[in-house]
């Protein structure tokens, strides 16, 4: 077991929470017809604009904004920049955090609070604040980008990134080397857990049981499409049958070994479609 039970459950149960809210924040901006016959669609918060791509294709753009985004990091990574990184980190969490908040919340206050939960994780660093942002900083980036898929472009991109994810942990290393700069700069970008047993009284260390956040993200978009395309029931389903997946590798994983998790998350994915495509 890579970690042990209480820590794999945890972790477990912040990854399915993740979904949960994530799928209610998606929901929020999802095109709603009314009893008058009339679509209606919540605007994105900040005057952001989704991209305009096809939705068969929508996979290509997103693969290069990822690689573009990796070799960004790389360069940080390379000449230690960490108060670029924090920066860059900083916009992130802000920008996905309005509007995650700006679901339930008039933007206004989504904002304000949105910055100070920004700043209070690049700066307070506790693990129930980290934790606390990454449970909805999901939401909000998928509120931008689940609408630009439809299922078969979704499906193309968790098995790209599923490639990508193991050539990047087993061969060229550099998610691993990111992980630790991450660590360095003491800034992670993803759900964590302590080794500790009092996590109120703890902060973030190099002793954490980690889950990077593109693994919960990814995950996320095909939820959100399944809800869009079927129902919020089906998009449970999905979400519950991968939190499943997360929860072998965290079993048969060893201890102290780095592991590519969107190969086997796209699988509980993949597994929750069937299930919902063929016996519900």
Request: proline letters at 3%; charged letters at 15%.
């Amino acid at each position: 077991m890579k970690h042990k039970l209480p820590i794999t459950i945890v972790l477990a149960l912040l990854f399915l929470i993740s979904h949960i809210t994530g799928l209610f924040i998606i929901k929020e901006y999802l095109p709603k017809t009314l009893s008058t016959g009339e679509v209606v669609e919540k605007d994105l918060p900040l005057n952001i604009e989704r991209p305009q791509i096809k939705k068969e294709s929508a996979y290509i753009p997103i693969v290069f904004m990822i690689l573009a985004a990796t070799i960004v990091a790389l360069v940080l990574i390379k000449f230690q920049l960490f108060n670029l990184w924090k920066f860059w980190f900083f916009v992130s969490i802000f920008l996905t955090l309005t509007i995650a908040l700006s679901a339930f919340f008039n933007q206004i206050y989504a904002i304000v609070l949105s910055i100070i939960l920004a700043l209070l994780k690049l700066f307070k660093r506790n693990v129930i604040i980290n934790n606390l942002v990454e449970v909805f900083i999901y939401g909000g980036l998928a509120a931008i980008f689940v609408p630009l898929f439809n299922l078969f472009s979704i499906i193309i991109l968790l098995i790209l990134i599923s490639i990508y994810d193991f050539y990047s942990v087993f061969k060229s290393k550099h998610m691993i080397k990111l992980a630790k700069f991450q660590t360095k700069a003491k800034i992670f970008s993803g759900l964590s857990i302590p080794y500790k047993s009092q996590i109120s009284k703890t902060k973030l260390e190099s002793s954490t049981a980690i889950l990077g956040g593109g693994d919960v993200g990814f995950t996320l978009f095909f939820s959100g499409v399944i809800l869009r395309d079927f129902n919020f029931l089906s998009a449970l389903v999905v979400s519950f049958t991968t939190m499943l997946s997360l929860l072998v590798l965290l079993f048969y994983g060893k201890k102290g070994k780095f592991y590519p998790a969107m190969p086997i998350l796209s699988l509980g994915c993949f597994i929750g479609y069937l299930i919902i495509r063929f016996l519900i």
